[in-house]
Nanobody, 130 residues
Framework: QVLPIESGGGSVQAGGSLNLSCKVS????????MAWFRQAPGKAREGIAA????????VYADSVKGRFTISQENDENAINLQMNNLTPEDTAMYYC???????????????????????WGQGTQVTVSS
């Protein structure tokens, strides 16, 4: 079973920082395309950052651009999300998601922040107080 496992959530005051981590557990040699999504109470799920492990491309939502950084660890199926200058509007459950690349090109979804990924983690809560 393929399961992304998140860690690193917590509570922080506005202006603070948190780092989230995610690792995909499986027993194949697949390198997954990965992303972070979040969902605040009463709001729709929002894709905020994605990374292409083969080509190193990253994409960010406007709401987090310049404040959040997605990166890949040496283990290709492990990523981090460094979140700086947090605001109360960043309070949400944060989810790590993964999908297998296209077989022929090894490309990831062209619009990952609006895509429905194959595998989802259980989520980790981030709470930012003012």
């Amino acid at each position: 079973q393929v399961l992304p496992i998140e860690s690193g959530g917590g509570s922080v005051q506005a202006g603070g920082s948190l780092n989230l981590s995610c690792k995909v557990s499986d027993y194949t040699y697949t390198t997954y395309c990965m992303a972070w999504f979040r969902q605040a109470p009463g709001k729709a799920r929002e894709g905020i950052a994605a990374i292409d492990p083969t080509y190193g491309r990253t994409v960010y939502a406007d709401s987090v651009k310049g404040r959040f950084t997605i990166s890949q660890e040496n283990d290709e199926n492990a990523i981090n999300l460094q979140m700086n200058n947090l605001t109360p509007e960043d309070t949400a459950m944060y989810y790590c998601a993964a999908h297998t690349p296209y077989i022929d090109s090894q490309d990831c979804y062209p619009d990952p922040l609006v895509a429905d990924f194959d595998y989802w983690g259980q989520g980790t809560q981030v709470t930012v107080s003012s």
